[in-house]
């Protein structure tokens, strides 16, 4: 019974929280790979790319118009609804900001 008293804050604070902080699904694993900014590493970044750039180069890879190494397979699991929310994401820059506020640390309980 007490513990419901703090778990249903808790659950109201995750239902309420913002809709932009939710990441489009499918988008941790592009993050897997994609970095957030640019890097002088092999794959380039989506970060603040415009969302119709992504949403070609996808469709490109779908297609096999664009060849890759790993994309064709990738853009594949992906519908046009599916690939225009990451792409919007990306666009703007929801990637670059941090989803989740660091830990804090917690004073030692008595
Ligand atoms: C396994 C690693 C990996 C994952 C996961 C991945 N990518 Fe990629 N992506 C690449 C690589 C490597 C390239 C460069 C082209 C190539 O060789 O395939 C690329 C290229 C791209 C490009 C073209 C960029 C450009 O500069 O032309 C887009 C757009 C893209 N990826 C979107 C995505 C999206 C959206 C996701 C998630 C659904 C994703 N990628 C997941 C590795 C990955």
């Known amino acids: ?20 902080a939710a990441p489009p699904r499918g988008a941790t694993s592009c993050t897997g790979c994609h970095p957030r900014s640019a890097t002088s590493g092999p794959v380039p970044t989506l970060t603040g790319r415009p969302a119709d750039d992504i949403i070609t180069q996808m469709n490109a890879f779908k297609t096999g ?4 190494t790993v994309m064709v397979r990738i853009a594949k699991g992906f519908s046009d609804e599916e690939i225009r929310a990451l792409a919007d ?15 804090q640390p917690q004073p030692a309980q008595p």
């Open 1 to 20: 019974m007490r513990l419901s008293y703090l778990l249903l804050p808790a659950l109201w604070l995750l239902a309420t929280a913002p809709a932009e």
């Open 65 to 68: 118009e664009r060849q890759s």
């Open 89 to 103: 994401w990306f666009a703007n820059g929801a990637n670059a900001r941090p989803a989740q506020p660091a830990p």
